[in-house]
């Protein structure tokens, strides 16, 4: 899982500086978390994440933001609570989920709003 700065995001995700309109990058659907070290949830979800990012194979992109270093990435996207996520499909708007997820209702996140399918 990638750690994303303001220059990192700019370049793989989205360049808010050369465009207002919502653009994404990538060249396959990608997972955003939000973090901090000191959040407890944020901890306990990690690990459901990395086996999640294991599980899709490469399908989708993961990366992560630490809230208390990257705070203008994390009020671009009106992070509030964490942990967060933001699903990025590669067509139509980002979708969020705030709050730590099970595994399977993350899955079901990737399935519905990125299109993706796990290997089974």
């Known amino acids: 899982m990638e750690h994303l ?13 050369a465009s207002k309109e ?4 990538g060249d396959k659907p990608a997972i955003i978390k939000f973090y901090a ?29 630490n809230t ?3 705070q203008e990435l994390a009020g671009m996207f009106g ?9 990025i499909p590669m067509e139509g708007q980002p979708a969020m989920s ?3 997820l099970p595994k399977e209702t993350l899955h ?5 709003v990125l299109k993706v399918q796990k290997d089974d």
């Open 5 to 17: 700065g303001i220059d990192s995001f700019k370049a793989e995700i989205f360049d808010f500086e």
């Open 22 to 25: 919502w653009n994404y990058k």
């Open 37 to 65: 070290d000191w959040c407890s949830p944020c901890r306990a979800f990690a690990p459901i994440v990395e086996e999640v990012e294991q599980e899709m194979n490469g399908k989708v992109k993961f990366y992560q933001v």
């Open 68 to 70: 208390e270093e990257q």
């Open 79 to 87: 992070i509030s609570s964490i942990p967060a996520i933001v699903l």
């Open 98 to 100: 705030v709050g730590m």
């Open 108 to 112: 079901q996140a990737i399935s519905e």
